[in-house]
């Protein structure tokens, strides 16, 4: 399934969560109503309240604080006597409210801002890439070297505990970010792709919204798009919350695709204030020559982004 498919088909799951919930609510309501059928009249005066109100507000523009302050009070009045009796017929003062599997968006799978974290965690889980992934809790300190790294004040050891705090920190505070760029460079085998992929799986635990390329992939939807074949994929790296780039340097160049679509993915989703993470195997010289000024300062710019230098010895030949 695509992800337009994936999406609709929990749009239509959300609705009938919604459902769910109000039949669950006509339930509940009969069975206080058995108990205390005055309890009936209550409910359809703060139904008649609400309609009101409305009313009042749409035609009585110049007295309408007066009123809303009058309507707030009348229906607070309501409420705790319907609380009261639905108590004293023995049952929990909220019994006879809606109850949605999540109060945030009540069941709808979108609020102001977007997606729900509810609803963009269970797409993220049936788009499969929240499976498999590394984790900090899985981060293993005992596997790096703790080995001084030449010409620098740390082992290997604590430069990559200070990285794996900083993504964390990264990761948590997402999506408010401060630097929303960030650049992990180094040698092969270093821990920079298990890092990368530690803050992929903690944004989707918390319910962002992510989308992991290697860069490869990442070339193949700039080919697409160049052709004028499918652009699902090259919209999906321009409008995700956070992209994740793995193994940037690796995908082929050609020319007017590779460093013209970089550059404009690069440069619209920083004016966008998006985020995006990359691991590469390049140094900030090596960035430049392969793609340019205008990418590089995008890539290493201090004042909107961050780039954490990976060194020391390959993880996966010392660890097997």
């Given at each position: 399934m ?16 919604r459902?769910?919930?109000e ?8 069975e206080?109503?058995r108990a205390d ?21 749409a ?24 609380e ?23 069941d ?6 977007g ?22 809790e ?20 604590q ?7 900083y ?43 992510v ?12 080919r697409e798009?160049?052709a ?27 020319r ?8 404009m993915?690069?440069n ?11 691991a590469t ?18 890539m290493?710019?201090?004042?909107k ?8 010895k ?7």
């Amino acid at each position: 399934m695509t992800r337009a498919e994936i999406i609709e088909q929990l749009k239509n799951e959300y609705r009938q969560y919604r459902a769910q919930a109000e039949r669950e609510q006509d339930e509940r309501a009969a069975e206080i109503e058995r108990a205390d059928p005055q309890i009936r009249v209550l409910w359809e005066k703060q139904a008649q309240l609400l309609t009101d109100a409305v009313r009042a507000m749409a035609y009585n523009a110049g007295n309408a604080q007066e009123l809303a302050v009058r309507m707030r009070v009348e229906g607070a009045q309501l409420l705790k006597e319907i609380e009261e009796r639905t108590i004293k017929a023995g049952f929990p003062a909220d019994y006879g409210k809606l109850k949605y599997r999540c109060e945030k968006c009540k069941d709808k799978g979108i609020t102001e801002d977007g997606f729900c974290e509810c609803f963009q965690r269970a797409l993220n889980e049936r788009m499969g890439d929240a499976k498999g992934l590394d984790s900090f809790e899985t981060f293993r300190e005992d596997f790096i070297p703790d080995e001084a790294i030449p010409g620098t004040p740390y082992t290997q050891r604590q430069n990559n505990c200070m990285a794996r705090d900083y993504l964390k920190q990264f990761a948590d505070s997402f999506p408010n970010n401060q630097k929303k760029t960030v650049v992990l460079y180094g040698a092969t085998g270093v821990g920079k792709t298990f890092l990368l992929n530690c803050v992929v799986q903690r944004v989707m635990e918390r319910g962002g919204d992510v989308f992991r390329v290697t860069a490869y992939r990442m070339f193949e939807a700039m080919r697409e798009k160049h052709a004028g074949g499918n652009e699902d994929t090259f919209r999906r790296m321009m409008e995700c919350g956070l992209l994740a780039i793995d193994d940037l340097g690796s995908e082929p160049m050609m020319r007017n695709i590779t460093v013209e679509y970089l550059f404009m993915l690069l440069n619209e989703r920083t004016n966008a204030g998006l985020s995006t993470i990359i691991a590469t195997n390049m140094t900030p010289s090596e960035v430049k020559e392969r793609y340019g000024e205008r990418i590089a300062s995008r890539m290493f710019d201090r004042d909107k982004g961050s780039y954490l230098r990976f060194l020391g010895k390959d993880l996966r030949t010392k660890n097997g």
